[in-house]
């Protein structure tokens, strides 16, 4: 199973920036879909950004354009680069992992980092 390690969180101003950082216990090369999600007291955990299969990259539309999703593969990490910030992105942000192992799927999550932007 991968554990994930989630970083970079804190408090930032309206318009700041953070980056998040989310280390796996294993080679993120064959690991079919990571990224990020969050969560908002009261609100359901959404999808922030992930990398998916092949190499492509989906956003939420609320952070396209102020969010960017990378990767070190070396590293076994994957970074969210959030620029722009808005209080509306106050939540605790979660890495998940998603990954074959033989023919069952899995999936794992980090414990979550919160992100608090001030108004």
């Known amino acids: 199973q991968v554990q994930l390690v989630e970083s970079g969180g804190g408090l930032v101003q309206a318009g700041g920036s953070l980056r998040l950082s989310c280390a796996a216990s294993?080679?993120?090369?064959?690991?079919?879909?990571m990224g990020w999600y969050r969560q908002a007291p009261g609100k359901q955990r959404e999808l922030v950004a992930v990398f998916i299969s092949g190499g492509s990259r989906n956003y939420a539309d609320s952070v396209k354009g102020r969010f960017t999703i990378s990767r070190d593969n070396a590293k076994n990490t994957v970074y969210l680069q959030m620029n722009s910030l808005k209080p509306a992105d106050t939540a605790v942000y979660y890495c998940?992992?998603?990954?074959?192992?033989?023919?069952?799927?899995?999936?794992?999550w980090g414990q979550g980092t919160q992100v608090t932007v001030s108004s």
């Open positions: 998940n992992a998603g990954y074959y192992s033989g023919s069952i799927y899995y999936t794992s």
């Open positions: 294993r080679s993120i090369v064959e690991i079919n879909a």
